[in-house]
């Protein structure tokens, strides 16, 4: 396997501190912690001192100016953690503290993702003359879910004298808030109360409980101390420390480590317990083997995910960092599911979003199936919330997905953009869907999955209406909320349209395989109901404009005043910090493009020249103000063969995140945009569909490119996909043979015998 | 003139204190006092303890779930002033609680609305067994405005003693709050903090400021104790009390009266100096001056404003008092308006609405001119106000009403039910018309009227635009808040349209006049701008449907899912109450109906069987959840020759407040429900129009009555219709002769030449 190339950064600006600690936070799924200075960031260096567990949440209230029936009163959102990233040094009598004094001599951040963890190198000259080197490994452990490891080595450049080293535990600790951005918390609370300080011979343990969802967390801290040094603990009201001293020669470096370990009781009984146990088992082992698990699961990882493409360097980088902050991110229970901005910050408040489903779910469907099924699992543990969501929205029947939530209920506190998203619901049954097509899991889907597709069905069902012979859904909002409540929205209807199929169609498959007693149980499903649903489907309204010969973003768009985005001031990018939602819905812009998502999900609703025309008409509408807007323009400009745009909107949205293209990559980066970036690979220039059919790729190579390579699942298969100038060749590495279509050809490969067929033109 | 009954409420019952504070409230369109308990309300009794000046306001952040663009961040709302109302009473050791302990031996409340006072007489049995009569008479002065007067009056009836009045000041107090109800206030918070207590020798003073907006009240108060009683002042933290001690001997009445002076500081430069000169002068002069004056103003009132109807006294009881209470509520200067709930309480938090120039504008246009002036004053004051609002909404041009506010800004926490209401607009410009119209004021015109129609116009054409010939405005909502942010309203189209074209009109006839140098210096408006306002009222898109034949609510309504609204049950209304809005806004249902409303303002936009096609099909679509529904379905079932059906409306609209039948008229009474009960008499049953070409009626009789009539006022003469089953006749009582249509027949009247023609057949 070739080397990955670590993500590195020089040089040190403290105005990117914030984005920094974003993009090296070190995370598992589990835990995620940011990448902050460990001696803290001096007044006016941005930083957000935060650490989180997935699903780990506080509830809160939501104000409202105008309460309506209906509202929700209270929202979730994840809790920042007891901090345990505080280190102090002190050189004889001097703070070492490299962003507010002395003078910085060399400053880089690493992230290693083969070993899978963050180093912070700074080598620092004192106002008193001492350098010294500092270096700090962070680690999430993929192994040991609860484990951080914090190794901080200090090398003495030109001195010898007494060191000594304060490592703190800090209980008393608040969400961070910026009121005036609505992608981020409004007000900064304080959700985590401090229940016990108990310090340990050589560490100690910090117990603490939610504020108002009362949920527990436990924090047990080990040290190792350099050798040499003495090591005290000291408790205090909200915090412990470990205090380590001794003497550092010049030349020498010494170094200690800390474990930490997390345990929250949405996972775990005993939290406390659970803490001190495993702090127990895990410093007994050496450091190098939670190194070498840490490694060896990566290896694994890369083997079977990652993307390959000749001839640009950055751009590997990208994917590479992509796909790593992704399987970092996602949860591994059904209690969690991929927050927004993964584990790596507060935005959008730790909640999980239709995101998963669409941008981040294929990802994993076809490189780690288990995950994608955990994501499902998720789904299917929140359906009694979703169901109650229902009916307070006045659905007699069926389950509406919160919009935003971490344990199931809305936490949305603005609906035409939020529980208004009728689509979710769509997106959710795509989901399913697409798992069983391509894992053929019957068993799931006889367990949860028909459940889940029913219950959604249902929904749509109630929530549309007949008129005339065409089924109609009105008051919804599509992906793009720059139009709000509208009626019929193409993507919305063609969801629906996919999801009350594909839920009649699942449990008479399960009738006939004899396996529909869960579903039949759990949701009393009936033969008429199932008919229903075909009905529905089959006559589905789908808005078309003949004059324009496309699909109509709703029932309105099309007449909507036209806005040249030309005449828009750069800098009133994007529209939604700038401009009333009301001017907005007023106007023919969109956020990102519902019509043109809906021709890549639901491709086959439309002929070839129709989604041209829909790709050109929206593409002129479309200020990507959504980071997932380019993905799905780079995946349908590929689509319809114009390699060079597809190239284009490719880049932009692989490198979102390290080029902090939104200029919000300081409060957590953008999983869903990462997901996005595979799928426009794979999906984009490979043309990767899976559908009932079974699986299909439409390779096409960029010209800059000499070529790109990806492995992937299929069934019990492993794939590999090599596209290059001369054709694409397809190798089964293990399992049984695959039968697939390449450019419309049906073909069928097998270990040993691999498919090369040339690249689609034109 | 005949003796106008006075409202008389007899018997106790605690449950209905809330709703009585309301209805027996005293006001004079600067000050309102509910009519609250003097010794206080125990813990059970409902109390909303409070006195309002119209127009003075506090602001409070708004607090939102989720903060978009261009939400306001503060909100003005009315302040519940210095109680003045608290008056404890000791008859030796026994405290005077007849809410509370004892025995109600008989329990009276009185609006006398020639008088223009309210009293309150409870005899009662003290647990001790003394028997005692206490009448209580309020006033707020219609000649003076910042006073208010208590005339507190004890009867010994069985027993002499000692007797001691404890009359009380109370600085500290605050607004009344309930968090679930969205048409009251949601926070309790407190707006007035106490500056300075200064007791003088038989009075005191107390100055206050609110807290965030900084105004100023002083209030200053004078006694007048019973005679042979001591007084002696005390002033405390926050208050100032007056006490009063002496002997009452049984079948002996003592008396002693209260003068309140409230002076504010958004009328008065110095509130303490207006406040205590305005105590003396009024001190000075025996009571009765006052009681004279306002039996005076009110005769003139009803001299030129009553409604009689003959053969229903229920019904002219609550016509008097509908009346008497729009004349005690309307602002009488440019600061202020008529707020939703009047002065009476705290509904809607004193905001100002559309309701205004729609539903009160026209009563006080024929009966008191100079009122309706005032009001159209108050909207020319807050032009500024408006057009910077449509500059955070996204308008280049022109000025865009706030959708609720007292001195401007928006006040709305929801805009969707806020500020899309563009319609406002077109209602503030239909009163300048109208007005204009009855006035013949070119005058006011050049100077207000003008500027205000073109800043409206110009934002109806910036908000709209064009598509092929016709021009569309999108994403509003109408009057119907059960449908928000749709697609060309026909209510607001057809407005639009009316104000682009009046606009253009009242410019060039300014020009004519030779009088536009005023509107050309304030908004700079150009022939061709007068052009493109013609060009869009010309081609104006009215939404219609051909196969129901009737206008469309909006482009999307009449496809919406269809509601029976009997299969919704009873205890389900108001639906906002119970429904999400979404569910709301994905059927054809309606709060009420904006084609209904429009088909009475704007007549001539549709034949007659449009007109009845349109009501009967959204009749059955409107639940009248709002108290501004049913006086127009009475309109305009009279307009279409279905009497019975306007006679059941009208009935319901009259009695709204005083049988509670939307059960919230304790937080105040509804200002516009009874302005639109003078329009169901005037513009329904007698079809009074006015228009550019001049008055018009067509009136009918209900068959249950034996005639009404009314004064109305037409340029400079004073007319009166009196209809009977005998016809119609219109006389002068002075001014000039006028000519007018009556059922389409043009006929003159000058003071001595009735007109008398029979009434309108089917």
Same mark, same amino acid.
């Given at each position: 396997?070739?080397?990955?190339?670590?993500l590195?950064?020089t040089?040190?600006?403290?105005h990117r501190n914030?984005?920094?600690?974003?993009?090296?936070?070190?995370?598992n799924?589990?835990?995620?912690v940011?990448?902050?200075?460990?001696?803290?960031?001096?007044?006016?260096?941005?930083?957000?001192r935060?650490?989180?567990?997935?699903?780990?949440?506080?509830?809160?209230?939501?104000?409202?100016?105008?309460?309506?029936?209906?509202?929700?009163?209270?929202?979730?959102g994840?809790?920042n953690?007891t901090?345990?990233?505080t280190?102090?040094?002190?050189?004889?009598d001097?703070?070492y503290?490299?962003?507010?004094s002395?003078?910085?001599?060399?400053?880089?951040?690493?992230l290693?993702m083969?070993k899978?963890?963050?180093?912070?190198?700074v080598?620092?000259?004192?106002p008193?003359?001492?350098? $010294?080197?500092?270096?700090? !490994? =962070?680690?999430a452990?993929?192994?040991?879910?609860? %484990?951080?490891?914090l190794?901080? &080595?200090v090398?003495?450049?030109?001195?010898?004298?007494?060191?000594?080293?304060?490592?703190?535990?800090?209980?008393d600790?608040?969400?961070?808030a910026?009121p005036?951005?609505?992608?981020?918390?409004?007000?900064?609370l304080q959700?985590?109360?401090v229940k016990?300080?108990?310090?340990?011979?050589?560490g100690g343990l910090?117990?603490s409980?939610?504020l108002?969802s009362?949920?527990?967390?436990?924090?047990?801290?080990?040290?190792t101390?350099?050798a040499g040094f003495?090591?005290?603990?000291?408790?205090?009201?909200?915090?412990?420390?470990?205090?380590?001293?001794?003497?550092?020669?010049?030349?020498?470096?010494?170094?200690?480590?800390k474990?930490v $370990?997390f345990?929250?009781? !949405? =996972?775990?009984?005993?939290p406390v317990g659970?803490? %001190?146990?495993?702090?127990?088992? &895990?410093?007994?082992?050496p450091l190098m083997?939670?190194?070498?698990?840490?490694?060896?699961?990566l290896?694994?990882?890369?083997?079977?995910?990652r993307?390959?493409?000749s001839g640009d360097p950055a751009?590997?980088?990208?994917?590479?960092?992509?796909?790593?902050?992704?399987?970092?991110?996602?949860?591994r229970?059904?209690?969690?599911?991929?927050?927004?901005k993964g584990?790596?910050?507060?935005?959008?408040?730790?909640?999980y979003?239709?995101d998963?489903?669409?941008?981040?779910?294929?990802?994993?469907l076809?490189?780690?199936?288990?995950l994608a099924?955990?994501l499902?699992?998720?789904?299917?543990?929140?359906?009694?919330?979703?169901?109650?969501?229902?009916?307070a929205?006045g659905?007699?029947k069926?389950a509406?997905?919160?919009?935003?939530?971490?344990a199931?209920?809305?936490?949305s506190?603005?609906f035409?953009?939020?529980?208004?998203?009728y689509?979710?619901?769509?997106?959710?049954?795509?989901a399913?869907?697409?798992?069983y097509y391509?894992?053929?899991?019957?068993d799931?889907?006889?367990?949860?999955?028909?459940?889940?597709?029913?219950?959604v069905?249902r929904?749509?069902l109630?929530?549309?209406?007949?008129?005339?012979?065409?089924f109609?859904i009105?008051?919804?909002?599509?992906p793009?909320?720059?139009?709000c409540?509208?009626n019929?929205?193409?993507?919305?209807n063609?969801?629906?349209q996919?999801t009350?199929r594909?839920?009649?169609r699942?449990v008479?498959?399960?009738?006939e395989?004899?396996?529909?007693?869960?579903?039949?149980?759990a949701?009393?499903?009936?033969p008429?109901?199932?008919?229903?649903f075909?009905?529905?489907?089959d006559?589905?309204?789908?808005p078309?404009?003949?004059?324009?010969g496309?699909?109509a973003?709703?029932?309105?768009?099309?007449?909507?005043?036209?806005l040249d985005?030309?005449?828009i001031?750069?800098?009133?990018?994007p529209?939604l910090?700038?401009?009333?939602?009301?001017w907005?819905?007023?106007?023919?812009?969109?956020?990102?493009?519902?019509?043109?998502?809906a021709?890549?999900?639901?491709?086959?609703?439309?002929?070839?020249?129709t989604?041209?025309?829909?790709?050109?008409?929206?593409?002129?509408?479309?200020?990507?103000?959504?980071?997932?807007?380019?993905?799905?323009?780079?995946i349908?400009?590929?689509?319809?063969?114009?390699?060079d745009?597809a190239?284009?909107?490719?880049r932009?949205?692989?490198?979102l995140?390290?080029?902090?293209?939104?200029?919000?990559?300081?409060?957590?980066?953008h999983?869903?945009t990462?997901?996005?970036?595979?799928?426009?690979?794979?999906a984009?220039?490979?043309?990767?569909?899976?559908?009932?059919?079974?699986?299909?790729?439409?390779p096409?190579?960029?010209?800059?490119?000499?070529?790109?390579s990806f492995?992937m699942?299929?069934?019990?298969?492993?794939?590999h996909v090599?596209?290059t100038?001369?054709?694409?060749?397809?190798?089964?590495?293990?399992g049984?043979p695959?039968c697939?279509?390449?450019n419309g050809q049906?073909?069928?490969v097998?270990?040993?015998?691999?498919?090369?067929?040339?690249?689609?033109?034109?």
């Amino acid at each position: 396997m070739t080397t990955i190339q670590p993500l590195v950064f020089t040089g040190f600006d403290p105005h990117r501190n914030a984005l920094e600690e974003s993009l090296f936070h070190t995370a598992n799924g589990y835990l995620g912690v940011r990448g902050c200075p460990e001696e803290g960031a001096p007044q006016g260096v941005p930083s957000i001192r935060g650490a989180y567990i997935n699903a780990f949440y506080d509830t809160k209230p939501i104000h409202y100016g105008e309460k309506l029936y209906g509202f929700p009163e209270t929202q979730q959102g994840i809790v920042n953690l007891t901090d345990v990233q505080t280190v102090r040094l002190y050189l004889e009598d001097e703070a070492y503290a490299p962003l507010a004094s002395g003078q910085v001599l060399d400053y880089k951040r690493e992230l290693d993702m083969q070993k899978g963890h963050a180093i912070r190198t700074v080598r620092w000259r004192s106002p008193a003359g001492r350098e $010294v080197e500092v270096t700090v !490994r =962070r680690m999430a452990s993929l192994a040991q879910r609860e %484990l951080f490891i914090l190794h901080y &080595t200090v090398k003495a450049l030109n001195f010898s004298g007494r060191v000594r080293l304060v490592s703190r535990e800090e209980g008393d600790v608040r969400n961070f808030a910026d009121p005036n951005d609505p992608r981020v918390a409004g007000q900064s609370l304080q959700h985590l109360a401090v229940k016990e300080i108990r310090p340990l011979e050589s560490g100690g343990l910090i117990v603490s409980r939610t504020l108002a969802s009362n949920l527990q967390l436990a924090v047990a801290v080990g040290y190792t101390p350099p050798a040499g040094f003495s090591l005290w603990m000291e408790g205090q009201t909200s915090a412990i420390e470990g205090h380590m001293e001794g003497m550092l020669y010049q030349g020498q470096s010494i170094a200690f480590t800390k474990h930490v $370990v997390f345990a929250d009781s !949405r =996972r775990h009984q005993d939290p406390v317990g659970t803490a %001190l146990s495993l702090l127990k088992e &895990t410093t007994a082992h050496p450091l190098m083997r939670y190194e070498v698990l840490q490694r060896e699961m990566l290896q694994q990882f890369w083997q079977h995910s990652r993307i390959t493409v000749s001839g640009d360097p950055a751009l590997q980088r990208s994917l590479d960092f992509s796909l790593y902050s992704l399987y970092c991110s996602v949860g591994r229970d059904a209690v969690s599911s991929m927050p927004a901005k993964g584990l790596s910050g507060e935005g959008y408040e730790g909640h999980y979003f239709w995101d998963v489903e669409i941008y981040v779910f294929p990802f994993f469907l076809m490189t780690s199936p288990d995950l994608a099924r955990g994501l499902l699992s998720y789904r299917h543990a929140i359906l009694p919330a979703a169901r109650e969501h229902a009916r307070a929205m006045g659905h007699q029947k069926g389950a509406l997905y919160a919009w935003r939530t971490i344990a199931g209920p809305e936490c949305s506190g603005y609906f035409p953009s939020g529980s208004a998203q009728y689509h979710l619901g769509g997106d959710i049954a795509h989901a399913f869907l697409q798992y069983y097509y391509a894992t053929d899991d019957l068993d799931f889907m006889a367990h949860k999955g028909a459940e889940v597709l029913v219950e959604v069905a249902r929904l749509f069902l109630d929530a549309g209406h007949w008129q005339g012979d065409s089924f109609r859904i009105d008051a919804v909002t599509g992906p793009d909320e720059y139009s709000c409540i509208v009626n019929n929205n193409f993507y919305t209807n063609a969801g629906a349209q996919d999801t009350l199929r594909g839920a009649a169609r699942m449990v008479k498959k399960l009738q006939e395989a004899g396996k529909a007693g869960p579903v039949l149980a759990a949701t009393g499903v009936t033969p008429s109901e199932l008919s229903a649903f075909e009905r529905a489907a089959d006559h589905m309204y789908l808005p078309y404009d003949e004059a324009l010969g496309i699909h109509a973003q709703d029932d309105g768009f099309l007449r909507l005043k036209k806005l040249d985005l030309h005449t828009i001031p750069k800098e009133n990018y994007p529209l939604l910090l700038h401009y009333h939602p009301l001017w907005l819905y007023r106007h023919q812009v969109c956020k990102q493009a519902d019509t043109v998502l809906a021709h890549y999900l639901y491709e086959d609703l439309a002929d070839e020249d129709t989604m041209r025309r829909s790709y050109e008409y929206y593409e002129a509408c479309t200020t990507h103000d959504s980071s997932l807007s380019r993905c799905v323009f780079s995946i349908m400009a590929a689509r319809l063969n114009n390699i060079d745009k597809a190239l284009a909107y490719f880049r932009d949205s692989a490198t979102l995140d390290l080029d902090d293209a939104h200029g919000n990559t300081k409060d957590g980066i953008h999983t869903a945009t990462m997901g996005g970036t595979w799928l426009a690979l794979t999906a984009g220039f490979a043309g990767l569909r899976i559908k009932q059919g079974g699986l299909s790729l439409s390779p096409r190579l960029p010209r800059s490119w000499t070529g790109y390579s990806f492995p992937m699942m299929w069934r019990n298969s492993a794939l590999h996909v090599t596209v290059t100038g001369d054709g694409c060749q397809v190798e089964t590495l293990s399992g049984d043979p695959v039968c697939l279509a390449i450019n419309g050809q049906p073909v069928q490969v097998s270990p040993g015998h691999p498919a090369h067929l040339p690249l689609k033109v034109g």
